[in-house]
């Protein structure tokens, strides 16, 4: 295995953070703004790490559907977390690896000198995914919008016809990549249908995420990484007294679930010769993560824990109706910066989009003929021994807040490598539209 000393003086270090509850579209935070999740772990890394708001640089943050009331939600959750109006705060997308992205970018501006200490993360509310009109609605309903009176209203009004009321769901259109018109679960049965992926390997993939998290749900391994949430209390509350109520655990992890239950569902984007289910792709949900990534020089000199230190990052791009292969590439390309090699990686996570596409990634990295033909290696990158990869579960059972989930995965992945006292590890996310990112970060 390759050895290598670091610098620390020269490092990036992860000082803390924390993830809200990770809950399913629809449910618990389902009249929850974004801009308020991203509040609450951005205060919660700050109190963690005991460092004070004055004291931070800037405030990057991943979000992919971008609300219209906060466009800038990285500029609006500082705020409401009471960091000063003169920290400028940045929302970036790269799709689901926009979390990871915020980290990295942190971690960049923290090596060049532009800052010192910066809050990185992501936040997304998938239950707040807009309902559209038809672009044929768009006239008639600007001519509602402006009228003035009740003539010129009734008039608007009259030229509306059933079909300009057909709703678009903005969730399928922004699922689905528009230079391949494909939506990404069909990507994953591309991949399933290329790598020989059995329904029966995907649903006992799926499983294993279920039983994983309920494991470390129950043995209080998220303990550590989650905070609570205060919510409004559900309509028809029994109490009126009882305005709020709180969140302390993820809402998606099911401890009965069986390959039997599994195997009843019907494949949902080939419904005829399809193996991907809901049952085996990630769920649809809320949440927001978020860390304090500092100077590692600055962080040792204040007494601060350090969690890990980022070492490199990487980007890859690839055809986008197999973009469940980024993380093959990006890996391959995280590898090639440092000179490490896959074995060198003690524990890893990548995320699971589908469970087709994880194990398409597994089989892709150790093939020697793709390896030799795609990454221009001699030799394969290497297997991956399951015991070592989404050792709590992953996006199947916890859920996938695609702005958040690149973040939550470092902060996963750092306090697993504390318990087990590990060194080395790897994050890794595919991207739609056919890109790939991937980081190590070390102890």
């Given amino acids: 295995m390759v050895s290598w000393n670091i610098d620390k003086s020269s490092e990036v270090a992860i000082v803390s953070g924390v993830r809200t509850p990770w809950a399913k579209s629809g449910s618990v935070f389902r009249d929850v703004h974004v801009a308020e999740l991203a509040r609450a772990v951005l205060q919660e890394s700050l109190y963690r790490a005991h460092w004070p708001a004055e004291r931070v640089d800037e405030v990057v943050l991943g979000n992919v559907i ?222 927001a993560a978020a860390m304090l990534v500092m100077d590692g020089a600055l962080a040792r000199a204040e007494g601060l824990p350090v969690l890990g230190y980022v070492r490199a990052y990487a980007v890859a791009a690839l055809d986008p109706a197999r973009m469940g292969l980024g993380p093959v590439y990006a890996i391959d390309g995280v590898l090639k910066k440092t000179g490490m090699a896959l074995a060198d990686m003690e524990l890893l996570e990548i995320n699971e989009a589908f469970a087709a596409q994880v194990l398409a990634c597994l089989s892709a990295m150790a093939s020697a003929e793709f390896c030799g033909t795609h990454l221009d290696r001699s030799q394969p990158l290497g297997e991956i021994d399951q015991a070592r990869l989404n050792v709590n579960g992953g996006a199947i059972a916890l859920g996938h807040p695609v702005g958040a989930t690149g973040a939550r995965l470092v902060l996963a992945l750092l306090l697993e490598m504390q318990r087990r006292d590990l060194h080395r590890g790897l994050v890794s996310l595919c991207v739609g539209g056919g890109q790939g990112v991937a980081m190590i970060v070390e102890r």
């Fill in 66 to 287: 971008m609300p219209p009331d906060s466009a800038n939600i990285a500029r609006v959750a500082a705020l409401y977390a009471g960091i000063g109006a003169n920290v400028p705060a940045l929302t970036l997308q790269r799709n689901c690896g926009s979390g990871l992205e915020a980290v990295a970018e942190a971690a960049a501006r923290i090596r060049i000198g532009e800052a010192r200490a910066i809050l990185a993360g992501g936040a997304e509310s998938m239950s707040t995914l807009p309902m559209l009109l038809p672009d044929e609605s768009r006239n008639p309903m600007m001519r509602l919008a402006r009228s003035h009176g009740m003539m010129e209203t009734a008039g608007a009004v009259a030229t509306l016809r059933p079909r300009h009321f057909k709703p678009v769901a903005a969730l399928e259109l922004g699922l689905t990549d528009p230079t391949v018109n494909m939506i990404m679960g069909k990507t994953a049965e591309v991949l399933a249908n290329e790598w020989h992926i059995s329904r029966h390997e995907q649903d006992a993939f799926a499983l294993r995420s279920h039983q994983r998290a309920v494991a470390a749900q129950q043995e209080g391994r998220f303990n550590s990484e989650v905070m609570p949430v205060y919510v409004p209390a559900p309509r028809g509350h029994e109490s009126r007294l009882r305005e709020f109520h709180v969140v302390n655990s993820d809402v998606g992890p099911r401890g009965n679930q069986t390959m039997e239950a599994l195997a009843k569902l019907k494949p949902i984007f080939d419904r005829r010769d399809g193996t991907v289910t809901v049952g085996n792709s990630c769920q649809i949900t809320d949440g």
